[in-house]
Every structure is written in C-alpha cells, then in structure tokens.
C-alpha cells in the first residue's frame, strides 16, 4: 500500500518537474520554422546565401533581366491587349453566397439599404479604388440559396442576379461612383474626421454610360417606369411570380429607399458636414454652395 | 503675414484662456514640482480672489500630473486639440483646422463655417468640373450611341459583304482550277517542246551525251536559234501568204 502511495508521490514529483506542455515542444503545432540565422565558427557559415555571385553579395539583377538575353518584357514591340488599360474598370466580385452569408451571419443589416459602405463595413470585403476597383460586381453564384428581401446598390449585376434578388421581393441598383467616390464609401468614418463637406457624385464615364442608363440593367440613371417593366420581363423570362409591394409593407421605405444621382452616402446629401464628436450635420446656407452641390 | 493673422482671425481661436495659455508656455519644460509658474501668473492677473482661485487650480492640476509627458502629448491621450494655440505654421492653415474639427467637433474651437470652399474656391472647383467632366449625361449618351451604332454598322456590313461572296464562291472556285488546269497544260506543253530538242541534239550526236556536258549544251544553243529562226521564216511566210490572198481578193472583186 505503502509502496503505491511511495510511487504516486514519485509520479507527481517528476510530473511536476517535467516542462509544461508549450507551443515550443509541441510537434506539429502547423506554425512555420522560423529561420535563424546561424552565428559562430560553422553554425554561421553562408547563412543561406550560397557562394559567390549575385546572390551572396545581394546585388541582384534588375527585374526581367534574363543575363543578356533578349528580355521578355523586351522582346514583343507589339501589346495591343495592353491599349488603355490604366483607364480599364475592375469590379471586385462578390457572390450572392457570400451576401447570404453576411446577412446569415449579422454582418448586414437588411432592414437598411445595402450598398457599397456597408459591404466594406463588414471587414469581409476589401475593396481597393487604388487599383482602379469601381466597386461590386454580385454574381451569380448561389441564386437558388439567396433568399433575403433586400434593396441594394451594386456596381455590376447580370440578369441572373437581379432575377435571384427580385425574385424574393428585393430591389436592385447598378450605381456608378467615380473615384473620388470611391474613396468615401470605403471608409466613411474616416472621411467625416476630416472635416470636409460631402462632395458629389460624377456622372459615369463614357464607357459605361449606356450600362448605368439602361433599365435591364437596373441602372440608376433609367426611367423608373422602364424599370419596373422591365423587372416584369424579367420575372416572365425567368418564370418566376414577382411579390407585389404595398405601402402597408414594414419594409416598404427601406426598399424604396433610392441615392439621388450625385449623392454618395443614404440620408446625407453633397454639401452636409457630418461632426461625428457631437453627433451634428450642418448644411450649407449660402446660395451659391447650395446650388452648385445641387447641380 | 496679414494672411496668417486672417485664418487666425478666421478660425477664431480662443486665445483668452489663461490656464491654457500658461499651460503653452511651460509646455517644453520637464514635469516637475518647483514651479516659476505663480510669477507669471501674478503678471498675468492682479491679485483678486479668481486670479488666485486658479492659480492654486493651475498648481493642483501640474502636482497631479505625474505623467512626465508634454502637454500636447497628455493631450493627444486624453482626447483633446494637442495645441490650444498655434506653435507651427502648419496650425494656422485651413487644412490643419478643418482636420482639428473633424477629430475634436466643437471643442477645436473652429468655425464649421469655414469648412466649405470660399467663393474663390468654388470658382475653381467649377472651372475644374468644367475641364474634366465637359459633356452632359444626355451628350454623353448621344456620343456612347453613336459609337455603338457605327460598330453594329460596320459588322453588318462586313456580314453583307461575306454572304454576297459566298454567293459569288463557286464561280471563283471554278476559275482558280481552269488557270491552274491552263497552267499544267502550259507547263507540260514546254517541257515536250523542251525534250523534243534535247532528243535532237543527242541524234545528231548519235550517242548518249551528258546533258551537262559544254558541246550538248553548245549544240542546244544553236538547234534552239534554228529553231526560233525556222518559226519566224514560218511566220514571215505565213503573213506574205495572207497578205497574197488578200490583195487576190481585192484583184477579183
């Protein structure tokens, strides 16, 4: 009994001195090897550098240099497929399952409109104007899952999609914002801590003029009228009963919610400062600011 | 200068603060307890019962600050303008206030009138839009559609013109192989001719003689100038006999 009691005890006592379980002397723990460089008489030796050239001096060749041979970036005079492209549009795509996801998962809200601040309010969207990002492009991808009755604005949108979101009673925009827009939407809260009046809206450029014009694509320059034809085409096409919305509706102001053409942000018109310290909005009253942010 | 002193004037900055004002001065001095502070105040103020309220206020305020940090700093880290008066040039221009009141709201002490462009401003901001975006929605769609326009045209012309001559296909098909069939047949026609005077040449050699040999090649030459001579003696002949015939036929009529 004794000698029970006599080995437990010993099994603790070395218990107790062995290391505590640590990421360090875990196996397998899937955390990358962090490189040491070696120090000392043979732990040094080339640290990784290999011997001789460029590689150990670290004076490497310039980028596309190919040591005399005629470079690639060098060798074809003729790209036409690169004609223009710094004025090229990208639109960063999101899916109609990952926006299902985000409303799923309480990173939208749906009883407020949705457009592209929310989005990059998320933390799950980045969008980046820098590289010429013109905002969201909602694809197709999930249309038989998406099931939220929604009103947003988006940049870019096929038939599928705006089939997808009118058919659960929803309503969508395509809206075009320029790049100085852009830079608003994605972060708000910044924008307002600098104390500037909200600019306005550019009109699109010439490229994508017809796109944000035409009804079929929800554009926000289209005549309502021709839209709300053109979203029973659409349900017939697809073959699908569009839901009808009453005035009754809980939803029906948040669903009819629309941005004026120059304006950026829902509620705030070009013009307002917004102070977010006390929580004011002040507006212009001299009369020529306000009809040049009105125009 | 006088510009300065009017965005100075025009943030309207509250200078009339003292304990800010004394606050600014000491700013570059390390914390610490002795304090020349009271003297300047007693410059500053006369000695009725406020002006000694806030000193003792002032000298409570620096005994419990033990932060060790520069005003401007503790500022910073409670929230509040770093500077209540200008140091820097920077802190006298529109940019830097209308950033103050962005971050701090009515505590800045700034005119959220002065946030909006002035009339000047305004002028060339409107100039500006004028260069940069010169064309109206309705211009620009008008302009977008014609591009489009003429695109579809050009496709449906080229689409024209490639059914008009697939129509016209067989008939050029049929061209081709009649030139080609005329062309063997040219080809063919020559080369007889061709052997034809190489079999001369080696009859009147009377044995089998190397092509490339400098006598067949010599005799070639001169078959061939007899030969062209026998076609034009031939050709000659032929003329004088039309024209015989012709000059017999007049005679008769």
Same mark, same amino acid.
């Given at each position: 009994?004794?000698?029970?009691?006599?080995?437990?005890?010993?099994?603790l006592?070395?218990?107790?001195?062995l290391?505590?379980?640590?990421?360090?002397?875990?196996?397998?723990?899937?955390?990358?090897?962090?490189?040491?460089?070696?120090?000392?008489?043979?732990?040094?030796d080339?640290?990784?550098?290999?011997?001789?050239?460029?590689?150990?001096?670290?004076?490497?060749m310039r980028?596309?240099?190919?040591?005399?041979?005629?470079?690639?970036?060098?060798r074809?005079?003729?790209?036409?497929y690169?004609?223009?492209?710094?004025f090229?549009?990208?639109?960063?795509p999101?899916?109609?399952?990952?926006?299902?996801?985000?409303?799923?998962?309480?990173?939208?809200?749906?009883s407020?409109?949705?457009?592209?601040?929310?989005?990059?309010n998320?933390?799950l969207?980045?969008?980046?104007?820098?590289e010429?990002?013109?905002g969201?492009?909602?694809?197709?991808?999930?249309?038989?899952?998406?099931?939220?009755?929604?009103?947003?604005?988006?940049?870019?949108?096929?038939?599928?999609t705006?089939?997808?979101?009118?058919?659960?009673?929803?309503?969508?925009?395509t809206?075009?914002?320029?790049?100085?827009?852009?830079?608003?939407?994605?972060d708000?809260?910044?924008f307002?801590?600098?104390?500037q009046?909200?600019?306005?809206r550019?009109l699109?450029?010439?490229?994508v003029i017809l796109?944000?014009?035409?009804p079929?694509?929800?554009?926000?320059?289209?005549?309502?009228?021709?839209?709300?034809?053109?979203r029973?085409?659409?349900?017939q096409?697809?073959?699908?009963?569009?839901p009808?919305?009453?005035?009754?509706?809980?939803?029906?102001?948040?669903?009819?919610?629309?941005k004026?053409?120059?304006?950026?942000?829902y509620?705030?018109?070009?013009?307002w400062?917004?102070?977010?310290v006390?929580?004011e909005i002040?507006?212009?009253?001299d009369q020529?600011l306000?009809?040049y942010?009105?125009? | 200068?006088?510009? !300065?002193?009017?965005?100075?004037?025009?943030?309207?900055?509250?200078?009339?603060?003292?304990? +800010?004002?004394?606050l600014?001065?000491?700013h570059?001095?390390?914390?610490?307890t002795t #304090?020349?502070v009271?003297?300047n105040?007693?410059?500053?103020?006369?000695?009725?019962?406020?002006? +000694?309220?806030?000193?003792?206020?002032?000298?409570?305020?620096?005994?419990?600050?033990?932060?060790r !940090?520069?005003?401007?700093?503790r500022?910073?880290?409670?929230?509040?303008?770093?500077?209540?008066?200008p140091?820097a040039?920077?802190?006298? +221009?529109?940019?830097?206030?209308?950033?103050?009141?962005?971050?701090?709201?009515?505590?800045? #002490?700034v005119n959220?009138?002065t946030?909006?462009? +002035?009339?000047?401003?305004?002028?060339e901001?409107?100039?500006?839009?004028?260069?940069?975006?010169?064309?109206?929605?309705?211009?620009l769609v008008?302009?977008? $559609?014609?591009?489009?326009?003429?695109e579809e045209?050009s496709?449906?012309?080229?689409?024209? $013109?490639?059914?008009?001559?697939?129509q016209?296909?067989?008939?050029?098909?049929?061209?081709?192989?009649?030139r080609?069939?005329?062309?063997l047949a040219d080809?063919a026609?020559?080369?007889a001719?061709?052997?034809?005077?190489?079999?001369e040449?080696?009859?009147?050699?009377?044995?089998?003689i190397?092509?490339?040999?400098?006598?067949f090649?010599?005799? !070639?030459?001169?078959?061939?100038?007899?030969q062209?001579?026998?076609?034009?003696?031939?050709?000659s002949?032929?003329?004088q006999?039309?024209?015989?015939?012709d000059?017999?036929?007049?005679?008769?009529?």
């Amino acid at each position: 009994m004794s000698a029970i009691k006599n080995g437990s005890i010993e099994a603790l006592k070395m218990l107790r001195a062995l290391p505590r379980v640590s990421l360090a002397n875990i196996r397998n723990t899937g955390a990358p090897k962090k490189f040491v460089r070696g120090r000392g008489q043979h732990g040094g030796d080339k640290h990784g550098a290999g011997n001789k050239g460029s590689g150990q001096r670290q004076n490497y060749m310039r980028l596309g240099f190919e040591t005399g041979n005629n470079p690639f970036y060098l060798r074809f005079p003729y790209e036409p497929y690169y004609k223009g492209h710094h004025f090229r549009k990208q639109y960063l795509p999101l899916s109609l399952l990952q926006l299902q996801k985000m409303i799923d998962t309480n990173r939208i809200d749906i009883s407020e409109p949705i457009d592209l601040a929310t989005l990059c309010n998320t933390g799950l969207y980045k969008l980046r104007p820098e590289e010429k990002h013109y905002g969201v492009h909602l694809t197709d991808e999930g249309t038989d899952i998406f099931s939220s009755k929604i009103n947003i604005e988006v940049q870019w949108a096929n038939e599928a999609t705006i089939a997808a979101i009118e058919r659960n009673g929803g309503f969508i925009t395509t809206g075009f914002f320029d790049i100085h827009s852009l830079w608003l939407l994605k972060d708000p809260e910044a924008f307002f801590r600098r104390g500037q009046p909200i600019p306005r809206r550019m009109l699109p450029s010439e490229d994508v003029i017809l796109y944000y014009s035409s009804p079929e694509n929800r554009g926000y320059l289209a005549d309502p009228e021709k839209i709300s034809y053109e979203r029973l085409v659409l349900s017939q096409k697809f073959g699908y009963e569009l839901p009808s919305l009453s005035e009754s509706d809980s939803m029906y102001d948040v669903l009819m919610e629309r941005k004026d053409p120059r304006q950026i942000f829902y509620g705030l018109e070009p013009g307002w400062i917004v102070n977010l310290v006390e929580k004011e909005i002040y507006k212009p009253k001299d009369q020529e600011l306000i009809e040049y942010y009105k125009t | 200068m006088e510009a !300065l002193l009017n965005i100075r004037k025009f943030c309207n900055l509250n200078s009339s603060n003292i304990k +800010t004002a004394v606050l600014y001065k000491n700013h570059f001095r390390p914390a610490s307890t002795t #304090n020349s502070v009271s003297e300047n105040l007693i410059a500053t103020a006369d000695e009725d019962y406020e002006a +000694t309220q806030l000193k003792k206020e002032i000298e409570f305020e620096q005994k419990r600050n033990k932060s060790r !940090l520069r005003s401007h700093h503790r500022n910073l880290v409670h929230g509040k303008i770093p500077y209540s008066e200008p140091v820097a040039d920077i802190h006298l +221009t529109h940019k830097y206030n209308r950033m103050l009141f962005g971050k701090y709201g009515k505590s800045s #002490n700034v005119n959220p009138g002065t946030l909006w462009p +002035t009339k000047s401003e305004l002028q060339e901001m409107v100039e500006y839009e004028k260069i940069a975006h010169p064309f109206s929605f309705s211009e620009l769609v008008a302009k977008q $559609k014609k591009v489009v326009d003429e695109e579809e045209m050009s496709v449906k012309q080229r689409q024209e $013109k490639i059914l008009k001559n697939l129509q016209k296909l067989e008939g050029w098909k049929r061209e081709i192989a009649a030139r080609v069939e005329k062309k063997l047949a040219d080809l063919a026609k020559a080369k007889a001719k061709k052997d034809a005077l190489i079999e001369e040449v080696k009859r009147h050699f009377g044995y089998k003689i190397d092509p490339k040999d400098e006598k067949f090649k010599e005799m !070639l030459v001169i078959k061939e100038r007899e030969q062209k001579k026998r076609l034009k003696e031939e050709r000659s002949k032929a003329k004088q006999e039309r024209y015989l015939a012709d000059v017999l036929k007049k005679d008769s009529k």
